[in-house]
């Protein structure tokens, strides 16, 4: 776009019409505010928040094409989004949803066998995209310098990650296994465009796993998400690439394709894969869904069983019209009609399944459980925290708290802090310094990565920046 002014003029507009539609009683939101709090300890064992202080607002009567008309095909991260696309969440915070399932780590550091090693890795791989699935809200972008921590006792790992760019927007993460036995590293820049029905986030980045009991490390990236019916029809969500695991010691390599979605939904959510040597002789074959659960078999078993079921298939090929045709943005993409569960082979081993959603998820944004405690303030909790912990974002948690108003303010004010904070680098002609980790490369790659500097935990918080 050429002009920015005028698309401020847009979302201060469409600011206005968001927080007209939504009600502002105080008086319910203190209400709300009750349920889901933290239950005491019970035996030394910390109980996280079950709900969030206020239900989620309806976006129903809000147009977002006002917005993004003049957006497309540009990059979305460079453009400020009203709050009615966000979730109570930063984008710190989404990539922390990546250890949900960190039991398939703490397994894959027990398998003696780098097959069985892999196995596990790969179900991990896919089970930290899984909370994407009907989470059609959008993360708040990190301010630069922004951090998140995350400490599970019970899960048995720490986790520190900080907004290192603005522009780009880089992400970088640093988690380790409280027992010593793993650590898990990155930095993603996450890509967003706009494609008129769609926006299509690709998560650009190396993710690394290390075993340290067995001195392994993995790397892989994540595939694309994509949102469809941004601008009218309803919501949905598809994840489609092919990503590639490597274990950098033996050479073991598993390729998993995440399939697009194809005519009638055929292929929505389906994941297949196979785990090879380092001589490409095929070990192992992976099949299941991202949404729900991944299974394993051996090739040979494998292909036995699909040549029966093409000697039984019978289906009609039918040809299809071409409706390429229709109007970019008046015409919505048909949902998917979820096919059957996953048809589980016999003789096939259970890699993965995904946790059970709590039954008010839908009124919180979709959250899974892990989710909905991701943004708890404890008691206490702002004495050890840095300033620049993204549970301290008063505009993330106005809108946890119901108080849309509040949010949209305190949102616009964070971000003209940033404008000027950065023109007074300009003027001063300094560099910015991040504080937890430092540019280099991927000590197995070889490609740029941002690696974690140490001594987080010592929490020497001294010169953390005033971001807030």
């Not at 780009?168 to 930095?187: Q, V």
Request: aromatic share 10%.
């Amino acid at each position: 776009m050429n002009g920015e002014e005028e698309f401020f003029d847009a979302v201060t507009e469409a600011h206005q019409k968001v927080t007209g539609m939504i009600d502002l009683d105080t008086s319910k939101n203190n209400r709300i505010g009750k349920i889901g709090e933290r239950p005491s300890q019970e035996n030394g064992i910390q109980k996280h928040r079950t709900s969030l202080p206020a239900p989620m607002f309806s976006r129903s009567d809000f147009s977002v094409w006002t917005i993004l008309k003049k957006c497309v095909g540009l990059e979305l991260s460079k453009i400020t989004m009203p709050i009615a696309f966000n979730e109570p969440l930063s984008f710190l915070q989404r990539i922390t949803e990546y250890m949900e399932h960190v039991y398939l780590i703490h397994r894959a550091s027990c398998q003696p066998q780098p097959l069985e090693r892999m196995q596990s890795v790969a179900a991990f791989a896919v089970s930290a995209v899984a909370s994407q699935w009907e989470r059609t809200g959008k993360p708040f972008n990190p301010l630069l310098g922004e951090t998140y921590e995350l400490i599970r006792e019970d899960l048995g790992f720490r986790f520190i990650s900080e907004q290192v760019s603005h522009h780009p927007p880089i992400s970088a993460f640093h988690s380790e296994g409280l027992n010593h036995d793993f650590l898990f590293h990155g930095s993603i820049y996450p890509k967003l465009k706009f494609w008129g029905k769609s926006v299509e986030a690709e998560p650009r980045g190396t993710i690394t796993l290390e075993l340290l009991k067995h001195n392994e490390a993995y790397t892989w990236t994540n595939p694309t998400c994509c949102v469809h019916n941004v601008i009218i029809g309803k919501l949905w969500i598809e994840q489609y690439g092919t990503v590639e695991i490597l274990n950098h010691r033996t050479g073991h390599k598993c390729v998993l394709h995440f399939k697009p979605c194809g005519l009638f939904g055929k292929e929505l959510h389906k994941v297949e894969g196979h785990i090879q040597d380092k001589n490409k002789k095929k070990l192992f074959v992976i099949y299941g869904k991202w949404t729900e659960c991944l299974w394993g078999i051996d090739p040979v078993s494998y292909e036995s069983f699909k040549k029966q079921e093409r000697r039984g298939d019978h289906l009609r090929k039918a040809k299809l019209d071409d409706s390429s045709g229709k109007a970019d943005s008046d015409v919505a993409d048909d949902v998917p009609v979820a096919q059957e569960t996953v048809q589980v082979i016999p003789g096939s081993k259970l890699l993965w399944r995904i946790n059970t959603r709590p039954p008010n998820s839908a009124q919180m944004y979709n959250f899974t459980s892990f989710t909905v405690s991701l943004n708890e303030l404890e008691t206490g909790m702002e004495k050890t925290l840095p300033p620049t912990d993204c549970r301290l974002r008063p505009d993330i948690r106005g809108m946890e708290n119901g108080n849309m108003d509040l949010a949209s303010q305190e949102k616009e004010r964070l971000e003209e802090k940033q404008r000027e904070a950065r023109r007074e680098r300009a003027r001063e002609e300094a560099e910015w310094q991040t504080r937890w980790f430092y540019p280099g490369n991927n000590p197995y790659t070889g490609t740029p990565d941002w690696l974690y500097a140490g001594d987080y935990f010592e929490r020497n918080f001294s010169d953390c920046p005033d971001i807030y």
